[in-house]
């Protein structure tokens, strides 16, 4: 059974960081490309970045270039995603995604999604 759980979410300060983690289950992560997204109330879903697992390469969103670091780690079966200087409009439920083969920011191209996790950041 597939499965994808992030964790790492929280309340954070302007300024602040926080690292999320997405653990997968039932599948190896290394035949995958993993994305990142998030959905703020009131907005629709948006990509933040993208990583295919195989080979490393990266895509960011002109939102978060310069702040977000995603990142993998095969032997954990995990992706990283280090989001530094957090500003207020970072807030949002960030999910991470799965596909197999290269990395997309296209959520409609990912058929495995986890359960979402909390960012707020506010002063």
């Known amino acids: 059974q597939v499965q994808l759980v992030e964790s790492g979410g929280g309340l954070v300060q302007p300024g602040g960081s926080l690292r999320l983690s997405c653990a997968a289950s039932?599948?190896?992560?290394?035949?995958?490309?993993t994305g990142w997204f998030r959905q703020a109330p009131g907005k629709e879903r948006e990509a933040v970045s993208c990583?295919?697992?195989?080979?490393?390469?990266?895509v960011y969103a002109d939102s978060v270039k310069g702040r977000f670091t995603i990142s993998r780690d095969n032997a954990k079966n995990t992706v990283y995603l280090q989001m530094n200087s957090l500003k207020p409009e970072d807030t949002a439920v960030y999910y991470c995604?799965?596909?197999?083969?290269?990395?997309?920011?296209?959520?409609?191209?990912?058929?495995?999604w986890g359960q979402g996790t909390q960012v707020t950041v506010s002063s």
């Open positions: 990583i295919t697992n195989s080979d490393g390469r990266t």
């Open positions: 039932g599948f190896t992560l290394n035949y995958y490309a």
């Open positions: 995604a799965a596909r197999r083969g290269w990395g997309t920011l296209g959520p409609t191209d990912y058929p495995y």
